[in-house]
Nanobody, 118 residues
């Protein structure tokens, strides 16, 4: 199983980034997917979730209305569109998979750094 994130980088406040997570080694279309983020010294935070079919999504209050999670099951890829970025969004962003929306992740990617700074 592999989850490979990409798309992170340095962006100014108010800017946008689109993260991608390419999955392989499991039946992607039958798994819910998540985006988490972590800042050094703090616990990993769940940012967004999407059901296996893409029809159900959940977001942390801190990103509601600014971030959008989506997936393309034909490409085995999940995305996180991040708009109106704030300095407090700076973190390492991880994608993870889990069999159902309710549960705990079973696989994790290596993470991609997002830095929001002027």
């Amino acid at each position: 199983v592999q989850l490979v994130e990409s798309g992170g980088g340095l962006v100014q406040p108010g800017g946008s980034l689109r993260l991608s997570c390419a999955a392989s080694g499991f039946t992607f279309g039958t798994y819910a997917m998540n985006w988490y983020r972590q800042v050094p010294g703090k616990e990993r935070e769940l940012v967004a979730q999407i059901s296996s079919t893409g029809d159900i999504t959940h977001y942390a209050d801190s990103v509601m209305g600014r971030f959008t999670i989506s997936r393309d099951n034909a490409k085995n890829t999940v995305y996180l569109q991040m708009n109106s970025l704030k300095p407090e969004d700076t973190a390492v962003y991880y994608c993870s998979s889990q069999r159902w929306l309710i549960g705990t992740p079973n696989y994790w990617g290596q993470g991609t750094q997002v830095t929001v700074s002027s």
